[in-house]
Every structure is written in C-alpha cells, then in structure tokens.
C-alpha cells in the first residue's frame, strides 16, 4: 500500500509544475531555463535522447557546416572508433545535469577528447607536433562542430586584412515593403479603445503605421478556441503572425526559449548572469525590448539590453569604443551602419547564409553566435575588423570582460601557421 | 542468411531489396550468389551492390563532365572546395559524399563511400584490411573487387569499385592540390575507389 501511495504521490508530483525534485543535479547553463520542461528532452522510458537535442539544434548545426556531423560515424568503417567515443549520440559528450564535469560549452568529456580520432594527426600537420590534444578546440584554432572561420583557406584568404578595415560597416537593414500607410485618422481600434492619445500618436510615427499595420493587425487576435476579439495587451504571437524568423530566433534563444517550452515567460529574477536589481520583475516577450507602439529598435539594441544586464561585459559597455561609435551614429556624426550597440553583436543581421534567406533579417537568437563565441567572427567581427585581430580578441577573455577596451593580450597562431605551411608548398594556392 | 531489407523511399532500390528477400527466403544466399537472373532466383547483394553502383557512377560522371568539366569550360562557373564561400559548385567528390551521408541518415541497410590511396583528406584513406586490399586490387585491374568483412561485430558484404578519372576537372584539381599526395595523375587512371558495404544478417 505504501508503495502504491508512493507511486500515486510521484505521478502527481510529476504531473504538477513543480518537478524540482526530480532533477538529478543542476542543470547546465544553456537548459537550466527549461530545466522543469522535462518532456523537452526526455522520452519516458528512453531517458535523454540525441532526437530530442536536435529538434532545438539542428538548424543551427546545419547552418555552422557541422564538421562532425553523425553521418560521418554512422559508416561502419568507422566502427572501431565508436565503440570508444560514439560520436553518434549528442548525449556522448553533452551529460546533462553533471555539474562537477560540465566545461565551456556544456561539453562533460575531457578537453583532450580529439585524441581519440586524431592521434596521428602530426604525421599529416608536423606544424601540430607535441600540441597538446586539450588545445585543439580551447587555442582559437578549431571547433568541433562549426569551424567556418577557421579553415586554411579561409585564414589564408583573409591574411593581410588590418585590425580596423577601411570601410567598417554592418549590413543596412532594408524597410518593408511598404503596403498602404495609414495614419492616426484612419486607426482601426474600437471607438474608445485607446484612451491615450499618446499611444496613437507614437504608432502614427512608426514604420507599422507607414506599412498599413493598423491596430486590429495587432490587438485582434483569436485565444485558445475563441473567436478573435480585441485585447489591450496582445502576446508574442500576436508579432509573430507578421514576424515569423524574429520569433523563431527569439524561442531559440535564452530570451524566448522558456516561452517555447510551454513554460512562463524568461524573467530577470530567474537569470543566472548578473541582472539590474531593478529589473528582477520584469518579463520577457518582444515587447520587453521594442516598446509597444514606438517599436524602437534602436533603444532595443543597446538601453534595452542594459535595462537588465548588469554583468561585467555589459556595464563596460559604455566607456568601450564600440560605444563611442555608437554614440557617433545616433547623434548624427557617423555613417549608418558604423555604431556597435549590444545588438549589433549579439543579435546580427543576416543574409542568406543564416536562415536560407537571402533578405537581410535581424537574428534574434542572441545566443546563436556566443559558443563557441568564433561563430561571431563571420557574421559580425569581419564587418569591421580583419580576421586576426578578431580572432586575438575573442580569445581574450579579459579584453571581452572590458568590452574590447583595450588590444588583444593573445595571439593566436591560426593564420601564422597557415602562412608557414603555405610557404613550405609550391603547390599552395 | 539474408540480406536486410531496404528503408529508402526510392522504388527501384526497394525493388531490389525486396526481390533481394525473397530470393533469401526461397533459395538462400549460397544459392543467389552465383550470378543467376533477378528474374529467376532473386537478387545477391554482388547484384545489389553492382546496382547501386551504377547509379551512383553513372550520376557522378554525368556531374563531372556535363556539370563541372563544362560549365568550367565554358567559362561560367567554377568548383571549388569552399563552394558555398566561392559560390561555386561543389566538387564531384564533395557532391558524391554528400549524397552518401543523406543516405546514411535515410537507411541503414546499405552504405557507400569514396576513398582512395592518396586521398586528399587522410580521413578517406582506407582503413580496413578489406579496403586496403579492395583499393590496390582496382588500382591494378581496373575491374570490382567483392569480399566480406566483420565490422563493430556485424557482418558486411564489400565491393570496391574503381574511381576513375573521367574528366581534366579530376586530375587537375588532385595534382593541384597541396594536400594531395599524388601529383601525377593521367586521365583514365583509377585515382580511388567507390566502396559499397550490405550488411548480412
């Protein structure tokens, strides 16, 4: 009886919010958001599967020109070197709640695990000769999964770019087309609706006005089964009908991916970065950064980041000279395009290369580029900088903590060896 | 003993596997490996394997010569190793390993891949005894070479295909390349081989 009782108990438990209890150990950076989501990598009676990683991952390792795909060990010639690391699996190197051998990038095998497969790899690189294993992905020289800033000919390519390029632009993102606009005479809410005037007259001055997103385009929105009817604070999902890949990048990321969990919404108070004291209350949807009705996106690429982080690398954001050039181009001393806001990092813009998409779209998954943080050189540093120096850079974790005040206190070999080895072949290209 | 049946949603090749089954449950494998008609004793997986084969050789000498060899010719565009970087076309080697690895994710009951003796990525040099003797074997005779081998403990029937250099496109790109370790390549000279497992059951 006391069995049953127990079991009963469990399945209750398990059927509530609060599942707690029943976490093994603490979760790792990148999942602890979802942590109580169980169901969101755990299959009953099949526990942690790799289907389950992919369903949130794959686009991205796709995208990155995964060096390590799972086809490439699925060949049975390769059967020797799964039965001693089954890259097959996700959950080979990536165990989830083991805090004690959890490393950078949530990866829970030793640093040296490239052993494994490219133990002779001195006799093809003599370069590589007594490099010790545990610095082939922790040098700025390779990832295991996305090494697209990092392959020879790339390096090559980009050898003798300066640390500044001559033209430091990001991409221009273009307008909407536009349908046709509507103005403050011909809004669309219910006769009384909008008590504050002021509210109309911000979105009169936004491009929605301009493109003919009248108010019903957003505040009339259908609930659950229910028809569709007016509501004053419409959700994500009212954005997302016009806003398809922001939304998409936003539930990928660290913003919006409790929110596609099916869980409430990512707050402050349940971050484990460093957050304003002030802003521990607040939630997150697309609102949170781009104020209702001004839909801002200039205050949402930098004072809407600082509204809640408080940790090092963004209160250094300020003295950085990535600010200064910020500031230059909001007061109108600089070109479009040569200000860095949090944003411009974090949340790039895109093309193609990114989405399948050729239009230029802001990615809004800010954690898309962070790990390992090389995937933010293509996309972002070699707008402005060349790929040695920016290599140097993100190698520099005190230099990233001071928000790039300062030069890089690294260097890394990447492209010297690349040199080297190129000079030594007449056949190099 | 039997061959395994086919996932892939390609009617011939699951055609083939069915027929290959049949003729497993009928007449048994000793008796489908000698060479005999699909139509009278079902299909061996020599037969299976020399199929896929000439499907796969057959579309990638069509991409080398009427694709790359001629859109290079003719001056429109290149291929090159880094072709989303180039915007180029990818290389016939490239092309044919991605289709390997898309099967790979689609099937498990047969696999393909290219590799050779001096192949520019060390990684498709070959590996197992059946390989290295399946590609010197090729190299030699220019003709398949069949065997079986136990790979992870499964059973697999192997034949090696050579990989022959059809087009300038090949021999210039691998006698170009500075991490090729062969620079002399001929046209119409074996530069690899084309390995297709089965697994047995």
């Known amino acids: 009886m006391a069995s049953i009782l127990a079991v009963a108990g469990i399945a209750i438990k398990l059927q509530s919010k609060d599942r707690g209890m029943f976490l093994p150990g603490q979760t790792s950076s990148g999942h602890y958001q979802i942590e109580l989501a169980c169901d969101s990598c755990h299959v009953p009676f099949q526990g942690a599967i790799s289907d389950s990683c992919m369903k949130c991952h794959q686009t991205d390792l796709a995208e990155g020109e995964d060096s390590h795909p799972k086809s490439k060990f699925t060949d049975p010639r390769n059967a020797e070197r799964i039965a001693r690391l089954d890259a097959t699996s996700c959950v080979t190197c990536h165990v989830e709640h083991r805090p004690e051998i959890t490393g950078t990038m949530g990866v829970t095998l030793p640093a040296d695990v490239c052993f494994y497969c490219h133990s002779d790899i001195a006799r093809e690189r003599p ?20 090494n697209r800033a990092l392959y020879t000919d790339f390096l090559l390519k980009h050898q003798s770019e300066p640390e500044v390029l001559s033209v430091a632009l990001v991409t221009r993102r273009p307008r909407r087309t536009s349908a046709t606009p509507v103005d403050a005479s011909r809004r669309d809410d219910p006769h009384g609706t909008v008590a504050d005037p002021r509210l109309v007259e911000e979105w009169a001055s936004t491009a929605h006005a301009q493109s003919g997103v009248n108010c019903s385009a957003c ?3 259908a609930s659950g089964s229910a028809n569709k009817a007016w509501t004053d604070h419409p959700g994500y999902q009212s954005c ?11 539930s990928g990321g660290r913003h919006g991916m409790r929110l596609a969990a099916g869980l409430g919404p990512m707050s402050p108070s349940l971050a484990r970065l460093p957050m304003n004291s002030s802003a521990k209350e607040r939630t997150l949807d697309c609102g949170s950064c781009h104020s209702p009705h001004t839909f801002d996106t ?59 998409s050729s239009a ?17 050189i293509r996309s972002v540093c070699l707008n402005c900088h060349g790929l040695g120096f920016s290599i140097d850079a993100l190698a520099d974790p005190v230099l990233i903590e001071t928000n790039f005040r300062g030069r890089p206190a690294r260097h890394i070999e990447s492209i010297d060896m690349a040199l080297r080895k190129a000079a030594a072949n007449p056949r190099s290209k | 003993m039997k061959v395994t049946l086919m996932k892939t949603p390609a009617h011939g090749i699951r055609a083939i596997a069915f027929a290959a089954l049949v003729c497993a449950i009928a007449t048994g494998l000793a008796a489908c490996g000698k060479g005999e008609s699909a139509a009278s004793s079902g299909i061996t997986p020599k037969m299976m394997a020399d199929s896929l084969h000439a499907v796969m050789e057959s579309d990638r000498v069509i991409y080398t010569k009427q694709v790359v060899n001629r859109l290079q010719q003719e001056n429109v565009i290149r291929a090159n190793e880094h072709w989303k970087d180039a915007k180029a076309l990818p290389l016939p080697a490239q092309m044919f ?21 001096w192949a520019v990525n060390k990684q498709n040099m070959p590996k197992t005894d059946v390989e290295k003797a399946g590609l010197e074997a090729v190299v030699a005779k220019q003709e398949p070479y069949y065997s079986e081998e ?39 000279e074996t530069m690899g081989g084309v390995v297709v497992r089965i697994p047995m059951i």
């Open chain 1, 127 to 146: 370069s590589h000769q007594n490099m010790a294993f545990d610095s082939c992905a922790s040098a700025g020289c390779h990832n295991f999964h996305d």
């Open chain 2, 97 to 117: 390993r991605m289709g390997s690895e898309m099967v790979s994710e689609k099937t498990k009951d047969f696999n393909y891949a290219l590799l050779s003796l």
């Open chain 1, 219 to 221: 505040h009339v929105v």
């Open chain 1, 298 to 356: 200039r205050r949402a690429a930098a004072d809407g980041c600082l509204d809640c982080h408080a940790d090092r690398h963004s209160l250094a954001y300020k003295d950085s000279p990535h600010f200064a050039l910020w500031r230059a181009e909001s007061e109108g001393r600089a070109p479009d395009g040569s200000g860095v806001g949090c944003a411009t990092c974090h949340l790039p813009r895109v093309t193609g290369e990114t989405g399948g």
């Open chain 2, 150 to 188: 136990t790979l992870g403990g499964k059973k697999y029937f192997t034949a090696v295909y050579p990989d022959v250099a059809v087009a300038e496109a090949c021999i210039n790109c691998h006698n170009d390349h500075e991490d090729s370790p062969r620079h002399d390549f001929k046209m119409g």
């Open chain 1, 360 to 376: 230029v779209r802001v990615d809004h998954n800010q954690n898309a580029n962070l790990r390992p943080n090389e995937k933010m």
């Open chain 1, 240 to 250: 997302e009908t016009c806003h398809k890949s922001e939304s998409q990048g936003f």
